[in-house]
């Protein structure tokens, strides 16, 4: 690691009259800057000067200490970092797809057709009517369908539905989105085996309760094999079922939310339809909703006019109103099209069983030095609460070995760290969720890694407590950061 | 093992509140405390706010997880502890003497819903 240029900022390699270009030479001498009508800076603009191989070695290195699904495993739970096939990226820079979003439906009949496409296999995927790929993340779909939840309600003149039931184990999304979406919040509590307690959720329905959001797999990986209960009691009291797309990977070409009784739900294209995610994205998260609900989605809507034999953007005046300019993160959509026409119908399948069985094969394996909380077949994710206690894990003992410290040596031996604390049923989770990209070699070696850790944490606590050793950022001080913040390159 | 102390009153959710004559002191307990890990805030409530009996009055942050605080029992909150302001981190050190807030009670009867020493301890085993 060539910390010189990695460990410091571009701002501490500065050194004074060090440049990366050479100005021809000045011709205006002779004017004073006095002269300058207005917007004359008054202060220095205080930048880095440095020469252009610092420039270059610096970002060099930086984005060589970058870490990718290109680069490493990257088992984070909840997250599915699957995979994003360079096909997708090849598809996406065709240069017809470079148009302008202000282009007339007539000059862009094939991206209004590819974006048709999307929508109507989203649909039968999902087992709904009708999609928008308008939202551009997937808080941003959560937010736009509880929205459509929300005007399907007040178009009926019902307008005293103002609860969204959320599970305990659920994504920190959905309650933020309901509360951004003016709801209020009822939380309904799981059952020792994780799943959501039917007969906890009875006494909460009633007329004010517009709809209940349901992750399934939920956030311990597990089927919510209560669902058509769930979903009939929620529908007699009138409100709507709403699915978070988050863990539909296993879901895929095997079940369908539409049929489990789900009305509205959200997908995230960057987790289940192998486009980028993280690092900022640019995301994705379509909107699909049952038949009778269409009316409701945000504007424009793409629909395929039978007569004039052409796609058109149109805009419903019952729409609960735009939540995008123009159709979305278009550039995603067409990566998620190259996608879904690579694997086909006949393999679409093959991702969902293959991330259940990738994920058992993980939790298998590893059930012998780790806290199993929940003992059954999970799908494509699962959660360990932290090291059996012959591996140091005995939480009773203060200097216990904690998942932060295993997912800190983690990162010893080039993987990126799963998901930790995250659900906070288990005071240890430690989140895994392989996807079906990662080959059964991967797997072992990751799986041979985490059983090392583990006989290290028995033979040698306080190394792993101490860990990581070998990144270039040793162990960060996280209350302190919380504590005391510095945001800027000055407060150094 | 997690410190509990005896003549206090426990909620399901980690709360405790000392009893001293129409007042009420509540906090967290010390097995909450080391579960969150280290606390880095603590949203408290306001002085004169009115908090009820399993409702929720502020909230704990970890470097692990934000954990809302629901209130044991119903009243009147006549002073807060505004040393948790600046060190969260008293929680920690010792979460009995580290009440987050003073209530005066408007309804004793309900200390009766609450459990004591052993009770809670069995719920943390």
């Known amino acids: 690691m060539n910390n010189v240029y990695y460990g410091k900022l571009i701002f501490e390699l500065s050194k004074p009259g060090r440049r990366g270009y050479s100005l021809p030479k000045n011709e205006f001498d002779g004017y004073s800057l006095e002269q300058l009508p207005v917007a004359r800076r008054e202060n220095k603009t205080l930048l880095p000067e440095v020469d252009e191989l610092t420039v270059a070695r610096h970002y060099t290195n930086m984005s060589n200490n970058n870490f990718g699904v290109d680069t490493g495993f990257y088992p984070l739970g909840s997250c599915t970092m699957k995979y994003n096939p360079k096909v997708n990226e090849e598809l996406a820079a065709l240069q017809g797809f470079n148009i302008h979003p202000s282009t007339p439906d007539c000059a862009a009949q094939g991206a209004l057709k590819l974006y048709d496409e999307v929508q109507r296999t989203l649909a039968e995927i999902s087992g709904l009517s009708r999609f928008t790929l308008n939202p551009y993340a997937g808080a941003h779909g959560e937010l736009t369908g509880l929205m459509v939840i929300g005007t399907y309600h007040r178009q009926r003149g019902d307008v005293n539905r103002t609860k969204i039931i959320v599970p305990d184990s659920a994504h920190g999304t959905n309650p933020a989105s309901a509360a951004v979406a003016g709801f209020q919040i009822v939380q309904v509590k799981?059952?020792?085996?994780?799943?959501?307690?039917?007969?906890?959720?009875?006494?909460l329905l009633g007329p004010d309760i517009a709809g209940m959001m349901m992750t399934n797999p939920n956030t311990l990986g597990l089927f919510e094999t209560q669902i058509p209960e769930i979903a009939r009691l929620v529908h007699e009291c009138g409100g709507l079922m709403y699915y978070d797309g988050a863990n539909l990977n296993p879901m895929l070409g095997v079940c369908r939310p539409?049929?489990?009784?789900?009305?509205?739900?959200?997908?995230?294209?960057?987790?289940?339809?192998?486009?980028?995610?993280?690092?900022?994205?640019?995301?994705?998260?379509?909107?699909?909703?049952?038949?009778?609900?269409?009316?409701?989605?945000?504007?424009?809507?793409?629909?395929?006019?039978?007569?004039?034999?052409?796609?058109?953007?149109?805009?419903?005046?019952?729409?609960?109103?735009?939540?995008?300019?123009?159709?979305?993160?278009?550039?995603?959509?067409?990566?998620?099209?190259?996608?879904?026409?690579?694997?086909?119908?006949?393999?679409?399948?093959?991702?969902?069983?293959?991330?259940?069985?990738?994920?058992?094969?993980?939790?298998?394996?590893?059930?012998?030095?780790?806290?199993?909380?929940?003992?059954?077949?999970?799908?494509?994710?699962?959660?360990?609460?932290?090291?059996?206690?012959?591996?140091?894990?005995?939480?009773?003992?203060?200097?216990?070995?904690?998942?932060?410290?295993?997912?800190?040596?983690?990162?010893?031996?080039?993987?990126?760290?799963?998901?930790?604390?995250?659900?906070?049923?288990?005071?240890?989770?430690?989140?895994?969720?392989?996807?079906?990209?990662?080959?059964?070699?991967?797997?072992d070696a990751f799986i041979d890694v985490m059983i090392r850790i583990a006989e290290e944490a028995k033979s040698d606590p306080k190394m792993v407590k101490s860990a990581p050793h070998n990144t270039p950022i040793r162990r960060l001080d996280d209350v302190k950061a919380v504590k005391e913040p510095k945001f800027t390159f000055k407060a150094l | 093992m997690a410190k509990i102390i005896e003549g206090l009153y426990y909620s399901e959710s980690h709360e405790y509140v000392r009893v001293e004559g129409e007042f009420g002191y509540v906090g967290i307990t010390d097995y909450a405390q080391s579960q969150l890990g280290n606390v880095v805030y603590v949203d408290m409530p306001e002085e004169e706010d009115e908090v009820t009996a399993g409702e929720e009055f502020g909230a704990v942050e970890s470097v692990k997880a934000a954990s809302d605080l629901f209130s044991p029992v119903s009243g009147e909150v006549v002073e807060v502890n505004s040393a948790l302001e600046d060190e969260p981190e008293l929680i920690n050190q010792d979460a009995f003497a580290n009440w987050i807030m003073k209530v005066r009670m408007s309804d004793p009867s309900e200390l009766e819903n609450l459990l004591d020493a052993a009770a809670y301890a069995k719920i943390c085993e």
Do not use: W
């Not at chain 1, 020792?192 to 959720?201: H, N, P, Y």
């Open chain 1, 190 to 203: 799981s059952t020792a085996q994780g799943t959501v307690d039917v007969e906890d959720l009875k006494p």
């Open chain 1, 258 to 443: 539409g049929d489990m009784g789900f009305d509205v739900m959200h997908i995230n294209l960057h987790k289940t339809f192998s486009t980028p995610h993280g690092g900022g994205g640019p995301g994705s998260g379509p909107v699909g909703v049952r038949a009778g609900l269409e009316h409701c989605l945000p504007n424009p809507q793409v629909v395929y006019n039978e007569e004039k034999g052409r796609y058109e953007q149109h805009f419903d005046e019952e729409s609960l109103g735009s939540v995008s300019g123009f159709l979305g993160n278009f550039g995603v959509i067409i990566r998620a099209y190259a996608y879904l026409l690579t694997l086909g119908r006949e393999n679409v399948p093959m991702a969902g069983r293959l991330s259940v069985l990738n994920a058992n094969y993980i939790k298998e394996r590893l059930r012998s030095h780790y806290k199993l909380p929940i003992d059954v077949v999970c799908k494509h994710e699962f959660v360990f609460d932290g090291l059996r206690e012959e591996y140091g894990g005995d939480h009773h003992d203060a200097e216990h070995v904690t998942t932060l410290d295993v997912a800190k040596r983690l990162l010893d031996y080039g993987y990126h760290a799963p998901t930790i604390y995250f659900p906070l049923l288990f005071h240890e989770a430690l989140m895994i969720e392989p996807t079906e990209t990662e080959s059964k070699d991967t797997l």
